[in-house]
Protein backbone atom coordinates (compact mmCIF):
# COMPACT_ATOMS: atom_id res chain seq x y z
CA UNK A 1 0.00 0.00 0.00
CA UNK A 2 1.30 3.02 -1.08
CA UNK A 3 1.90 5.48 2.21
CA UNK A 4 -1.69 8.03 1.32
CA UNK A 5 -3.37 4.77 0.62
CA UNK A 6 -2.73 3.28 4.24
CA UNK A 7 -3.40 6.53 5.50
CA UNK A 8 -6.33 6.53 3.86
CA UNK A 9 -7.27 3.09 5.53
CA UNK A 10 -6.29 4.48 8.81
CA UNK A 11 -8.65 7.53 8.99
CA UNK A 12 -11.54 4.95 7.69
CA UNK A 13 -10.95 2.83 10.18
CA UNK A 14 -11.16 5.71 12.30
CA UNK A 15 -8.43 5.13 15.28
CA UNK A 16 -7.85 8.49 15.89
CA UNK A 17 -11.78 8.45 16.84
CA UNK A 18 -11.84 5.32 18.58
CA UNK A 19 -8.72 6.66 20.60
CA UNK A 20 -10.41 9.75 21.27
CA UNK A 21 -13.65 8.17 22.18
CA UNK A 22 -11.46 5.74 24.70
CA UNK A 23 -9.89 8.78 26.65
CA UNK A 24 -12.93 10.21 26.87
CA UNK A 25 -14.78 7.56 28.88
CA UNK A 26 -12.23 7.41 30.98
CA UNK A 27 -12.22 10.96 31.98
CA UNK A 28 -9.20 11.79 31.75
CA UNK A 29 -7.37 15.09 32.02
CA UNK A 30 -4.88 15.34 29.39
CA UNK A 31 -1.86 15.67 31.86
CA UNK A 32 -2.69 12.31 33.01
CA UNK A 33 -2.98 10.83 29.60
CA UNK A 34 0.45 9.16 29.54
CA UNK A 35 -0.04 7.88 33.24
CA UNK A 36 -2.53 6.28 31.92
CA UNK A 37 -1.17 4.57 29.31
CA UNK A 38 2.09 3.42 32.13
CA UNK A 39 -0.84 1.14 33.36
CA UNK A 40 0.32 -2.35 31.45
CA UNK A 41 -3.43 -3.19 31.17
CA UNK A 42 -4.66 -0.26 29.19
CA UNK A 43 -1.11 -0.16 26.84
CA UNK A 44 -1.95 -3.66 26.02
CA UNK A 45 -5.39 -2.81 24.94
CA UNK A 46 -4.07 -0.03 22.82
CA UNK A 47 -1.13 -2.18 21.30
CA UNK A 48 -3.69 -5.29 20.68
CA UNK A 49 -5.89 -2.59 18.82
CA UNK A 50 -3.25 -1.06 16.98
CA UNK A 51 -1.57 -4.04 15.63
CA UNK A 52 -4.53 -5.82 14.79
CA UNK A 53 -5.35 -2.39 12.63
CA UNK A 54 -2.14 -2.16 10.80
CA UNK A 55 -1.76 -5.94 10.29
CA UNK A 56 -5.29 -6.70 9.07
CA UNK A 57 -5.43 -6.41 5.21
CA UNK A 58 -6.84 -3.55 3.12
CA UNK A 59 -11.00 -3.68 3.50
CA UNK A 60 -13.04 -4.50 0.48
CA UNK A 61 -16.17 -2.82 1.67
CA UNK A 62 -16.76 0.50 3.86
CA UNK A 63 -17.05 -0.89 7.28
CA UNK A 64 -15.74 2.19 9.78
CA UNK A 65 -17.98 3.07 12.31
CA UNK A 66 -20.63 5.78 11.14
CA UNK A 67 -23.12 7.31 13.16
CA UNK A 68 -26.44 8.18 11.98
CA UNK A 69 -28.28 10.98 12.98
CA UNK A 70 -32.09 12.60 12.25
CA UNK A 71 -33.55 16.33 12.03
CA UNK A 72 -34.85 17.33 15.37
CA UNK A 73 -34.02 14.56 17.47
CA UNK A 74 -32.72 13.07 20.80
CA UNK A 75 -32.22 9.68 18.65
CA UNK A 76 -29.11 8.63 17.20
CA UNK A 77 -27.90 5.02 15.58
CA UNK A 78 -23.94 4.30 15.54
CA UNK A 79 -21.78 1.09 14.97
CA UNK A 80 -18.85 2.68 16.70
CA UNK A 81 -17.66 -0.12 19.16
CA UNK A 82 -16.51 2.25 21.72
CA UNK A 83 -20.12 3.92 22.62
CA UNK A 84 -21.45 0.29 23.31
CA UNK A 85 -22.94 -0.45 26.73
CA UNK A 86 -22.51 -3.69 28.25
CA UNK A 87 -24.26 -3.17 31.44
CA UNK A 88 -27.32 -1.73 28.99
CA UNK A 89 -27.53 -4.40 26.42
CA UNK A 90 -27.27 -7.15 29.55
CA UNK A 91 -30.29 -5.27 31.22
CA UNK A 92 -32.17 -5.63 28.05
CA UNK A 93 -31.51 -9.34 27.93
CA UNK A 94 -32.97 -9.59 31.77
CA UNK A 95 -36.33 -8.56 30.35
CA UNK A 96 -38.88 -10.48 29.24
CA UNK A 97 -39.56 -9.22 25.85
CA UNK A 98 -36.08 -10.64 24.73
CA UNK A 99 -37.19 -13.54 24.66
CA UNK A 100 -34.56 -16.01 22.85
CA UNK A 101 -32.12 -14.07 25.51
CA UNK A 102 -30.96 -14.22 29.02
CA UNK A 103 -27.99 -11.97 30.75
CA UNK A 104 -24.82 -12.76 29.89
CA UNK A 105 -20.95 -12.66 32.29
CA UNK A 106 -19.60 -9.52 31.30
CA UNK A 107 -16.54 -10.88 29.34
CA UNK A 108 -18.71 -12.96 27.09
CA UNK A 109 -21.10 -10.47 26.32
CA UNK A 110 -18.03 -8.10 25.52
CA UNK A 111 -16.95 -10.87 22.89
CA UNK A 112 -19.83 -10.87 21.36
CA UNK A 113 -20.30 -7.48 20.81
CA UNK A 114 -17.14 -6.21 19.84
CA UNK A 115 -16.12 -9.33 17.66
CA UNK A 116 -19.56 -8.77 15.73
CA UNK A 117 -20.19 -5.11 13.88
CA UNK A 118 -23.15 -4.23 16.60
CA UNK A 119 -25.24 -1.07 15.41
CA UNK A 120 -26.45 0.88 18.69
CA UNK A 121 -29.54 2.88 19.02
CA UNK A 122 -29.22 6.09 21.56
CA UNK A 123 -30.44 8.80 23.31
CA UNK A 124 -28.45 11.89 23.59
CA UNK A 125 -28.64 12.28 27.62
CA UNK A 126 -27.05 16.18 27.04
CA UNK A 127 -29.07 17.62 23.86
CA UNK A 128 -33.15 17.30 22.88
CA UNK A 129 -31.81 17.24 19.45
CA UNK A 130 -28.59 16.33 17.84
CA UNK A 131 -27.20 17.92 15.27
CA UNK A 132 -24.39 17.83 13.05
CA UNK A 133 -21.10 17.81 13.58
CA UNK A 134 -21.71 15.06 16.13
CA UNK A 135 -19.21 13.18 18.13
CA UNK A 136 -21.02 11.28 20.55
CA UNK A 137 -19.30 9.55 23.94
CA UNK A 138 -20.19 6.48 25.78
CA UNK A 139 -20.55 8.89 28.56
CA UNK A 140 -23.02 11.18 26.68
CA UNK A 141 -25.10 8.39 24.83
CA UNK A 142 -27.95 5.82 26.61
CA UNK A 143 -27.86 2.66 24.84
CA UNK A 144 -31.76 2.02 24.27
CA UNK A 145 -31.50 -0.58 21.48
CA UNK A 146 -29.34 -2.79 19.66
CA UNK A 147 -28.59 -4.90 16.07
CA UNK A 148 -25.92 -7.21 15.94
CA UNK A 149 -24.29 -8.45 12.70
CA UNK A 150 -21.48 -11.41 13.02
CA UNK A 151 -19.60 -10.80 10.06
CA UNK A 152 -16.61 -10.68 8.08
CA UNK A 153 -17.12 -7.34 6.87
CA UNK A 154 -17.22 -8.43 3.61
CA UNK A 155 -19.08 -11.65 2.20
CA UNK A 156 -21.49 -12.88 5.22
CA UNK A 157 -23.59 -11.62 7.71
CA UNK A 158 -25.52 -13.16 9.91
CA UNK A 159 -28.39 -10.46 12.04
CA UNK A 160 -29.39 -11.29 15.57
CA UNK A 161 -30.45 -9.60 18.61
CA UNK A 162 -32.36 -6.97 17.14
CA UNK A 163 -34.23 -4.67 19.85
CA UNK A 164 -35.70 -1.47 21.00
CA UNK A 165 -36.45 -1.28 24.64
CA UNK A 166 -40.21 -1.17 24.97
CA UNK A 167 -40.72 2.17 26.14
CA UNK A 168 -39.10 2.98 23.25
CA UNK A 169 -40.82 1.28 20.19
CA UNK A 170 -43.64 2.05 17.76
CA UNK A 171 -41.77 5.30 17.16
CA UNK A 172 -39.89 3.96 13.96
CA UNK A 173 -36.74 3.63 15.70
CA UNK A 174 -36.76 -0.24 14.48
CA UNK A 175 -37.20 0.99 11.07
CA UNK A 176 -34.76 3.17 11.35
CA UNK A 177 -31.94 0.95 12.83
CA UNK A 178 -32.60 -1.56 9.95
CA UNK A 179 -32.46 0.68 7.62
CA UNK A 180 -28.73 1.47 8.71
CA UNK A 181 -27.88 -2.08 8.64
CA UNK A 182 -29.37 -2.78 5.83
CA UNK A 183 -27.29 0.81 3.82
CA UNK A 184 -23.98 -0.89 5.23
CA UNK A 185 -24.98 -4.29 3.98
CA UNK A 186 -25.63 -3.36 0.52
CA UNK A 187 -24.57 -4.47 -2.71
CA UNK A 188 -23.27 -0.80 -3.14
CA UNK A 189 -21.43 -1.06 0.06
CA UNK A 190 -20.56 -4.61 0.05
CA UNK A 191 -19.87 -5.74 -3.72
CA UNK A 192 -18.77 -9.25 -2.49
CA UNK A 193 -21.66 -9.83 0.20
CA UNK A 194 -22.84 -13.31 -0.94
CA UNK A 195 -25.80 -13.58 2.09
CA UNK A 196 -27.16 -11.94 5.05
CA UNK A 197 -28.87 -14.44 7.19
CA UNK A 198 -30.99 -14.40 10.55
CA UNK A 199 -33.75 -16.63 12.52
CA UNK A 200 -36.43 -15.48 13.70
CA UNK A 201 -39.63 -16.73 15.69
CA UNK A 202 -41.70 -13.56 14.61
CA UNK A 203 -44.45 -13.37 12.21
CA UNK A 204 -44.52 -10.06 12.04
CA UNK A 205 -40.47 -9.62 11.98
CA UNK A 206 -41.12 -11.92 8.72
CA UNK A 207 -42.41 -9.49 6.82
CA UNK A 208 -40.76 -6.48 8.20
CA UNK A 209 -37.14 -8.12 6.78
CA UNK A 210 -38.41 -9.10 3.44
CA UNK A 211 -39.17 -5.60 3.28
CA UNK A 212 -36.11 -4.20 4.39
CA UNK A 213 -33.61 -6.50 3.28
CA UNK A 214 -35.33 -8.89 0.30
CA UNK A 215 -35.57 -12.05 2.83
CA UNK A 216 -36.86 -15.24 2.17
CA UNK A 217 -37.98 -17.66 4.59
CA UNK A 218 -35.20 -20.72 3.19
CA UNK A 219 -36.28 -23.29 6.48
CA UNK A 220 -38.33 -23.76 9.53
CA UNK A 221 -36.69 -25.16 12.75
CA UNK A 222 -39.14 -27.29 15.39
CA UNK A 223 -38.07 -25.45 18.94
CA UNK A 224 -40.36 -27.22 21.15
CA UNK A 225 -37.74 -26.09 24.20
CA UNK A 226 -38.89 -22.64 23.69
CA UNK A 227 -42.52 -23.53 22.82
CA UNK A 228 -42.33 -21.46 19.41
CA UNK A 229 -40.98 -22.79 15.68
CA UNK A 230 -38.24 -20.46 14.36
CA UNK A 231 -38.01 -19.94 10.48
CA UNK A 232 -34.34 -19.22 8.74
CA UNK A 233 -34.41 -16.08 6.57
CA UNK A 234 -31.87 -15.45 3.72
CA UNK A 235 -30.82 -12.67 1.27
CA UNK A 236 -28.47 -12.43 -1.21
CA UNK A 237 -28.14 -9.09 -1.92
CA UNK A 238 -25.56 -9.25 -5.02
CA UNK A 239 -27.54 -12.14 -6.71
CA UNK A 240 -27.86 -12.40 -10.48
CA UNK A 241 -30.90 -13.56 -10.48
C1 LIG B 1 -38.93 -5.45 16.58
C2 LIG B 1 -38.56 -4.12 17.17
C3 LIG B 1 -37.05 -3.96 17.19
C4 LIG B 1 -39.16 -3.01 16.30
O1 LIG B 1 -38.78 -1.76 16.87
P1 LIG B 1 -39.78 -0.50 16.83
O2 LIG B 1 -39.00 0.71 17.11
O3 LIG B 1 -40.95 -0.76 17.68
O4 LIG B 1 -40.19 -0.59 15.27
P2 LIG B 1 -40.86 0.50 14.35
O5 LIG B 1 -41.74 1.40 15.13
O6 LIG B 1 -39.83 1.12 13.49
O7 LIG B 1 -41.73 -0.47 13.43
C5 LIG B 1 -41.07 -1.21 12.38
C6 LIG B 1 -41.68 -2.56 12.15
O8 LIG B 1 -41.39 -3.42 13.24
C7 LIG B 1 -42.43 -4.35 13.36
N1 LIG B 1 -42.90 -4.26 14.73
C8 LIG B 1 -43.11 -3.16 15.45
N2 LIG B 1 -43.48 -3.49 16.68
C9 LIG B 1 -43.49 -4.82 16.73
C10 LIG B 1 -43.77 -5.76 17.72
N3 LIG B 1 -44.15 -5.39 18.94
N4 LIG B 1 -43.66 -7.06 17.42
C11 LIG B 1 -43.30 -7.45 16.20
N5 LIG B 1 -43.02 -6.59 15.22
C12 LIG B 1 -43.12 -5.31 15.49
C13 LIG B 1 -43.51 -4.02 12.37
O9 LIG B 1 -43.36 -4.86 11.27
C14 LIG B 1 -43.18 -2.59 12.00
O10 LIG B 1 -43.47 -2.35 10.69
P3 LIG B 1 -44.84 -1.63 10.32
O11 LIG B 1 -44.80 -0.30 11.03
O12 LIG B 1 -44.74 -1.50 8.83
O13 LIG B 1 -45.93 -2.52 10.78
C15 LIG B 1 -39.15 -3.98 18.60
O14 LIG B 1 -40.55 -4.14 18.52
C16 LIG B 1 -38.60 -5.00 19.54
O15 LIG B 1 -37.57 -4.78 20.15
N6 LIG B 1 -39.30 -6.13 19.74
C17 LIG B 1 -38.89 -7.12 20.71
C18 LIG B 1 -37.66 -7.83 20.27
C19 LIG B 1 -37.86 -8.55 18.97
O16 LIG B 1 -38.86 -9.21 18.73
N7 LIG B 1 -36.83 -8.44 18.08
C20 LIG B 1 -36.82 -9.06 16.80
C21 LIG B 1 -36.39 -10.47 16.90
S1 LIG B 1 -36.36 -11.22 15.32
Redesign the pocket.
Known amino acids: MTHDKHNNYLEQLNVHGYLRNHLNTQKLPSFRVLTYFENLQNLRLFAHYISAVMSAAPPTATTAPRTWTRPNSEFFISNDPSLLSIKAVNEAFAQD????GKPFPEEVLHQMLHSSMSFGVYKDRQAQSVCEPFAPTAESAEQI?LARMVTDGTTFGYLSD?????E??????????MNCVSEVFSKENMPYLRRIM?L???K??Q??YA?VFGMQVIAHERRPDIGQDLVFMCARPNAKS
Open positions: FLYWGVYVLPYQGHGLGRWLLTGDRMEFK
